[in-house]
């Protein structure tokens, strides 16, 4: 009974890859010295797991970027934009595909997207007419060599061919990146026929197969398999899926000549019955029992009973055991937390344990000795279940007086908008922005002192409201319409709730890697939320304690604050998601109590929860758009609600979108030349809509006359007087001086706008 893992977290215990990489990208350092700290990460990552009992290390989930970025550097598939010429892609070429030329005008990055329903972002092949595809990287022999070297046993692991075909994007119009598929799968023949010599197992991953397929796609994995096995040679192909049931795919998987296949039993316990009762003899099949998306123990008791049931149909030697899916998406070792509460600690297992969890359970499924460990096992999770920490009886009152009711507003949204109009006297194409301002390095020293003690709450407060006063003051200057108040005292939109709401904690060093260099540091929900007390009442407050102008409250969204934070497991996440909703609802009484006439609250990843599968997106939108109601609708008809989403495809989504029943919201929609618009148009979206006029991406400055334009485009599609004028989203990673002179065009265009639209 080998135990594997699909992948381990890169970054390093102190994000060591993150920093080498970007002292590499300033010139601080070079190649030979990132590659060098590669090396160590690597050989490090393998002995850790190794040293948890890991049997099959993985070789290949490392990378300098992304994994996808690999695939596309292994086969050749460089976009011609980066004028690539040689045999080989180069660091420079690659951090180019990956970055474009940062800064510095010219190329483009190619561009980024999210995996699947996880915060980590991936590389999009780009597929064209024409193209041709060849071996071009030595990056996964030579960490296969490293391994060897190191005296383990490496199994190479790689996207499949399906899964980099499926998940990338044809660029020229109309063209089938499908038909790229044979020379695709003849550069993994001669990658594979080399590492079959060298290894017992090569890991494909096909996590599309979570997905919905074309029955023309499906029809093409066994062909291609049988191509892919014969090139390993004496090596088993191990086909991974994750994130979501494949027991839609079965029939093709269990088809394939393949040594085994992945399945991820913590999304979906309930295929192990299908692939264990029809795997193929001479098939192993690895279950995937530690949860590799979460920060909890495995509960070793159910999973036992899922490695039982398997070890009796197939046989303990046909039987392998992993974490669901890589733990890429897993915080390093939780041994460094020690300013946890140590009974919820009790309760954790990041990538590090989550390898020694393995290894207990194939003890103890093979009859050795570790009683010792299933009773702390056991014990932890009998202290969690039974914890007043987790439950809160007031919570669990509460979510029971919900009514239906509480999600719905007093009026429909014709009747409201009159008397939020006679309420806040706004001009025609009402001018706006999304929340945050510039963080300047002053804002970020401010909270980080404070954060240390080092500044005193009074101290802080003061500093706060200065950087406040300033913001007002640039708003009143320009001249926009409604005003924010900056939100300088927030280090991150879902942190900066999460710390003052009961039921979450936060890791010192939890990172996990979201794109490229980049690490984010999830809150952890453990218990019943509830909001203690106002969490930005006394800001909002102040800010409007210094114009006659509205201000809008900022909150984030039940969805957002669910979506990026890990979630208990131990209650279904709409749970969660309605107790939060109450909290939020509390926060937007009590802003409308205190005067706020207009609250935005932002729900930016309303569309990266949904489900893989189609057939499973009503039942989390359902839920989705009820939380969002609930917190939003606790207020009088003439308090007018906003909310704002970014960076993501609306068209499918957008009759619950408009479900949500904001009266405001504000959507990115400048890239795209508004193009994003047209679904609110066709779809006849009843409320007001702000579509972003500019990409806050760049310190570029739009000028006026283009973002005219924009505007014209947008009256095409919804009448002016359900506009609003306003960014894209956020400030916060801008500099002053450009974000003034945006915002001064940006008000000039929304005059002349109303001059040609009035
Ligand atoms: N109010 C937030 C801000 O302006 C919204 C950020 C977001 O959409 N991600 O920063
Ligand atoms: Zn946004």
């Given at each position: 009974?080998?135990?594997?893992?699909?992948?381990?977290?890169?970054?390093?215990?102190?994000?060591?890859?993150?920093?080498?990489?970007?002292?590499?990208?300033?010139?601080?350092?070079?190649?030979?010295?990132?590659?060098?700290?590669?090396?160590?990460?690597?050989?490090?990552?393998?002995?850790?797991?190794?040293?948890?009992?890991?049997?099959?290390?993985?070789?290949?989930?490392?990378?300098?970027?992304?994994?996808?970025?690999?695939?596309?550097?292994?086969?050749?598939?460089?976009?011609?934009?980066?004028?690539?010429?040689?045999?080989?892609?180069?660091?420079?070429?690659?951090?180019?595909?990956?970055?474009?030329?940062?800064?510095?005008?010219?190329?483009?990055?190619?561009?980024?997207?999210?995996?699947?329903?996880?915060?980590?972002?991936?590389?999009?092949?780009?597929?064209?007419?024409?193209?041709?595809?060849?071996?071009?990287?030595?990056?996964?022999?030579?960490?296969?060599?490293?391994?060897?070297?190191?005296?383990?046993?490496?199994?190479?692991?790689?996207?499949?061919?399906?899964?980099?075909?499926?998940?990338?994007?044809?660029?020229?119009?109309?063209?089938?990146?499908?038909?790229?598929?044979?020379?695709?799968?003849?550069?993994?023949?001669?990658?594979?026929?080399?590492?079959?010599?060298?290894?017992?197992?090569?890991?494909?991953?096909?996590?599309?197969?979570?997905?919905?397929?074309?029955?023309?796609?499906?029809?093409?994995?066994?062909?291609?398999?049988?191509?892919?096995?014969?090139?390993?040679?004496?090596?088993?192909?191990?086909?991974?899926?994750?994130?979501?049931?494949?027991?839609?795919?079965?029939?093709?998987?269990?088809?394939?000549?393949?040594?085994?296949?992945?399945?991820?039993l913590v999304r979906?316990p309930?295929?192990?019955?299908?692939?264990?009762?029809?795997?193929?003899?001479?098939?192993?099949?690895?279950?995937?029992l530690v949860d590799g998306r979460n920060v909890w123990k495995v509960d070793m008791e159910a999973a036992l009973k899922l490695?039982?049931?398997?070890?009796?149909?197939?046989?303990?030697?046909?039987?392998?055991?992993?974490p669901s899916?890589?733990l890429?998406h897993t915080p390093v070792d939780l041994d460094v937390e020690t300013g946890l509460d140590p009974r919820v600690r009790e309760w954790m297992a990041f990538a590090v344990q989550k390898c020694a969890e393995l290894?207990i359970l194939?003890?103890a499924?093979?009859?050795?000795?570790v009683q010792d460990k299933l009773a702390a096992n056991r014990a932890a999770w009998d202290a969690r279940r039974s914890s007043p920490l987790t439950s809160d009886v007031d919570v669990s009152k509460r979510m029971e007086a919900v009514?239906?009711?509480?999600?719905?507003?007093?009026?429909?949204?014709?009747?409201?908008?009159?008397?939020?109009?006679?309420?806040?006297?706004?001009?025609?194409?009402?001018?706006?922005?999304?929340?945050?301002?510039?963080?300047?390095?002053?804002?970020?020293?401010?909270?980080?002192?404070?954060?240390?003690?080092?500044?005193?709450?009074?101290?802080?407060?003061?500093?706060?409201?200065?950087?406040?006063?300033?913001?007002?003051?640039?708003?009143?200057?320009?001249?926009?319409?409604?005003?924010?108040?900056?939100?300088?005292?927030?280090?991150?939109?879902v942190e900066?709730f999460g710390e003052q709401l009961d039921g979450f904690c936060f890791t010192a060093n939890g990172?996990v890697?979201?794109?490229?260099?980049?690490?984010?540091k999830p809150p952890v929900i453990f218990g019943d939320v509830s909001r203690p007390g106002?969490m930005?009442?006394?800001?909002?407050?102040?800010?409007?304690?210094?114009?006659?102008?509205?201000?809008?409250?900022?909150?984030?969204?039940p969805?957002?604050i669910l979506q990026w934070s890990f979630v208990r497991d131990d209650q279904p996440r709409s749970e969660t998601c309605r107790q939060i909703a109450l909290a939020v609802r509390d926060?937007?009484?009590?802003?409308?109590?205190?005067?706020?006439?207009?609250?935005?609250?932002?729900?930016?990843?309303?569309?990266?929860?949904?489900?893989?599968?189609?057939?499973?997106?009503?039942?989390?939108?359902?839920w989705?758009?009820?939380c969002?109601?609930?917190?939003?609708?606790?207020?009088?008809?003439?308090?007018?609600?906003?909310?704002?989403?970014?960076?993501?495809?609306?068209?499918?989504?957008?009759?619950?979108?408009?479900?949500?029943?904001?009266?405001?919201?504000?959507?990115?929609?400048?890239?795209?030349?508004?193009?994003?618009?047209?679904?609110?148009?066709?779809?006849?979206?009843?409320?007001?809509?702000?579509?972003?006029?500019?990409?806050?991406?760049?310190?570029?400055?739009?000028?006026?006359?283009?973002?005219?334009?924009?505007?014209?485009?947008?009256?095409?599609?919804?009448?002016?007087?359900?506009?609003?004028?306003?960014?894209?989203?956020?400030?916060?990673?801008?500099?002053?001086?450009?974000?003034?002179?945006?915002?001064?065009?940006?008000?000039?265009?929304?005059?002349?706008?109303?001059?040609?639209?009035?």
């Open positions: 009974m080998l135990t594997h893992t699909l992948g381990f977290p890169r970054m390093g215990i102190d994000r060591e890859l993150k920093k080498i990489t970007e002292a590499y990208w300033k010139g601080e350092k070079n190649g030979q010295e990132l590659h060098e700290q590669a090396r160590q990460l690597r050989t490090r990552h393998w002995k850790i797991q190794f040293e948890q009992g890991v049997d099959l290390l993985p070789v290949g989930d490392f990378s300098h970027y992304d994994h996808m970025l690999d695939t596309v550097a292994l086969l050749g598939a460089v976009p011609a934009r980066y004028e690539w010429r040689s045999e080989k892609v180069d660091d420079s070429t690659y951090f180019r595909m990956a970055r474009g030329d940062a800064g510095r005008g010219g190329v483009t990055a190619m561009e980024m997207t999210k995996w699947f329903d996880t915060n980590y972002h991936y590389i999009v092949p780009e597929f064209f007419e024409g193209q041709t595809f060849a071996l071009s990287s030595d990056k996964i022999f030579r960490e296969v060599d490293e391994a060897l070297a190191a005296g383990y046993a490496p199994k190479p692991v790689l996207p499949g061919p399906f899964t980099f075909l499926g998940l990338g994007k044809s660029v020229t119009p109309g063209f089938d990146r499908w038909t790229h598929l044979n020379a695709v799968v003849e550069v993994y023949e001669k990658v594979l026929s080399r590492l079959g010599t060298q290894c017992s197992w090569i890991q494909l991953d096909e996590p599309v197969l979570a997905l919905d397929l074309d029955a023309a796609v499906l029809d093409r994995f066994r062909p291609v398999y049988e191509r892919l096995a014969k090139a390993a040679g004496s090596a088993g192909i191990l086909v991974a899926t994750y994130f979501g049931s494949v027991d839609h795919h079965a029939d093709t998987l269990l088809s394939l000549p393949v040594g085994g296949v992945h399945i991820d979906a309930g295929q192990l019955d299908t692939f264990a009762t029809k795997l193929p003899d001479g098939m192993a099949l690895s279950l995937g490695v039982d049931h398997a070890v009796l149909l197939l046989g303990a030697d046909r039987v392998m055991l992993a899916c890589s890429l290894d194939r003890k499924a093979l009859g050795q000795d009514t239906d009711s509480m999600a719905r507003r007093v009026s429909p949204y014709e009747k409201r908008i009159v008397s939020q109009r006679e309420r806040l006297g706004l001009p025609l194409l009402p001018t706006t922005t999304i929340g945050s301002f510039p963080q300047t390095p002053e804002i970020r020293r401010t909270r980080l002192a404070f954060r240390k003690g080092e500044l005193d709450k009074p101290s802080y407060t003061q500093a706060m409201q200065g950087f406040i006063a300033e913001c007002i003051e640039e708003q009143e200057q320009l001249g926009l319409d409604v005003l924010v108040h900056g939100e300088a005292e927030r280090n991150d939109m900066y990172w890697q979201s794109y490229g260099s980049r690490c984010v106002p930005t009442v006394e800001w909002i407050r102040y800010a409007r304690s210094l114009t006659e102008k509205p201000v809008k409250g900022m909150l984030t969204g969805v957002t926060e937007v009484v009590d802003l409308e109590a205190d005067g706020v006439a207009v609250i935005q609250i932002d729900e930016p990843a309303l569309r990266e929860g949904l489900p893989l599968r189609r057939d499973d997106w009503k039942e989390y939108l359902d989705a758009v009820e969002f109601r609930l917190s939003s609708s606790g207020v009088r008809d003439n308090t007018q609600i906003h909310t704002h989403m970014c960076y993501a495809e609306f068209n499918d989504i957008i009759e619950w979108i408009a479900a949500m029943d904001a009266d405001v919201i504000s959507i990115e929609a400048s890239r795209s030349n508004m193009e994003l618009l047209e679904a609110f148009g066709s779809f006849h979206y009843p409320a007001e809509v702000g579509p972003g006029v500019y990409d806050i991406h760049s310190p570029r400055v739009p000028p006026v006359q283009e973002m005219v334009d924009l505007l014209k485009r947008a009256s095409g599609v919804l009448p002016a007087d359900r506009l609003w004028v306003n960014p894209d989203c956020g400030l916060k990673t801008r500099g002053w001086p450009e974000t003034v002179e945006a915002l001064a065009n940006m008000v000039e265009a929304a005059a002349r706008a109303r001059e040609i639209l009035g």
